[in-house]
């Protein structure tokens, strides 16, 4: 069984950071892509950033420039760190994980977080 658990979220004001972080564990062999997606309330879940394997990265026009994701694959963690942050990154904040799992024979399958809010007051 493997699980994610983010955390980090929370209250900032307009204009300030936190870090998100996603611990995978289980029976892990890899974290392949993983990502992390946001759902405001009426709104569908939309990638904010994703990062490859290799450590190649992807963001949503949208955050460029003030979110970065990284991942520490000895922890099998992955982390979000968001500056600048505007009330409209107010979200729920979840993870995402292609994971290759142990022993290798099992193949691979897709996780999620149980998300973590962050609200950026005005």
């Known amino acids: 069984q493997v699980q994610l658990v983010e955390s980090g979220g929370g209250l900032v004001q307009a204009g300030g950071s936190l870090r998100l972080s996603c611990a995978a564990s289980?029976?892990?062999?890899?974290?392949?892509?993983a990502g992390w997606y946001r759902q405001a309330p009426g709104k569908q879940r939309d990638l904010v950033a994703s990062i490859s394997g290799d450590g190649s990265t992807n963001y949503a026009d949208s955050v460029k420039g003030r979110f970065t994701i990284s991942r520490d694959n000895a922890k099998n963690t992955v982390y979000l760190q968001m500056s600048s942050l505007k009330p409209e990154d107010t979200a729920v904040y979840y993870c995402n994980a292609h994971i290759t799992l142990r022993p290798v024979w099992r193949g691979t399958s897709d996780y999620w977080g149980q998300g973590t809010q962050v609200t950026v007051s005005s």
């Open positions: 289980g029976s892990i062999f890899s974290i392949n892509v």
